[in-house]
């Protein structure tokens, strides 16, 4: 493989929130929707929740974050993605560890990032700015929960708190309420403990499916919980793929987990575009198989989305 055709990227997850990095301080190679889907599938891809790509800053941001989902849709923010992006960052040597500012499409956030004791982890705390509640959702919808709650953490949430679901609930429910608001939405079932204080959640992402962990999935539910009496100001939120530590403060919310490199990883250009051709191909056919999280139908659409 001629090094010059080879796209190389690094895989990280944050508690489970997978997602392949790509270094582009120069902004030279732009990832489409098609090359997301394709890198993203999890049987003839690398497999992740969404692909990263890290490219020099402007003015006070040193960083700038571009998130694709999986199913190809672009996503403006992500609180697992984006410490998984930093630490991609300062291990390639484009900036520092300690604070880092990124610009993001849902604009400038913070990142305090440190190298873990052991090779390949970290941990990340981000500034996610403010969460906004919104409209209570109205009994007559709520199905088996004890109420809902839409939050905007920069991004739709529908919160639904209750008894822990099934999976069934959760493959259910997750694409209906993903469907109530033009452009999708997270939705995030949320239950109290195991400790006190504490919540559990398991969320279904739009442009992904079912994933591991969502950071503002776990700002959101926090969010939700605390104005609705069930929890203070720091609040644990225990994800299926671990926990993340949310703190509500008056001028917003702070996100705090782990993050873990994976592997470093050499795509060949030749072969990427062999199985965009595919997957599109399956796509134009009404096969969507291969994308959690789609639209049954069709493929995705460039509508802005964050995790």
């Not at 969010?223 to 949310?246: I, M, Q, S």
């Amino acid at each position: 493989m001629d090094a010059r055709s080879a796209l190389r990227l690094t895989k990280h997850h944050g508690a489970g929130n997978d997602f392949l990095v790509l270094l582009d301080p120069d902004d030279r190679r732009p990832l489409s929707a098609p090359e997301a889907r394709a890198l993203c599938d999890r049987h003839r891809g690398l497999g992740a929740d969404g692909v990263l790509r890290a490219v020099s800053g402007r003015g006070p941001a040193e960083l700038a974050m571009e998130l694709r989902n999986a199913d190809g849709g672009v996503a403006e923010m992500s609180g697992n993605g984006i410490r998984c992006l930093v630490q991609a960052a300062v291990d390639g040597g484009m900036v520092g560890s300690g604070t880092v500012m990124v610009q993001t499409l849902g604009g400038l956030r913070s990142v305090e990032f440190r190298p873990g004791p052991e090779s390949g982890f970290g941990y990340g705390r981000v500034d996610m700015g403010p969460g906004r509640l919104s409209d209570e959702i109205g009994p007559d919808v709520l199905g088996e929960a004890r109420w809902g709650q839409r939050v905007d953490m920069g991004n739709p949430h529908v919160v639904l708190f209750g008894a822990e679901p099934g999976d069934d609930t959760v493959s259910r429910v997750g694409p209906r309420w993903e469907r109530s608001v033009e452009g999708g939405a997270n939705v995030e079932f949320v239950w109290p403990g195991p400790g006190a204080g504490e919540l559990t959640l398991r969320v279904w992402e739009r442009g992904a499916g079912e994933t591991q962990a969502c950071g503002t999935g776990a700002c959101a539910a926090a969010a939700a919980a605390h104005a609705h009496g069930e929890v203070g100001t720091r609040v644990r939120v225990h994800n299926p793929g671990g926990p993340l530590d949310v703190e509500l403060g008056e001028s917003g919310i702070f996100l705090a987990g782990p993050t873990q490199k994976v592997g470093d990883v050499t795509v060949d250009e030749a072969v990427l575009a062999a199985l965009v051709d595919r997957i599109d191909a399956e796509l134009d056919a009404g096969h969507v198989t291969s994308l959690r999280g789609a639209t049954p139908g069709g493929p995705a659409t460039e509508v802005a989305t964050r995790q």
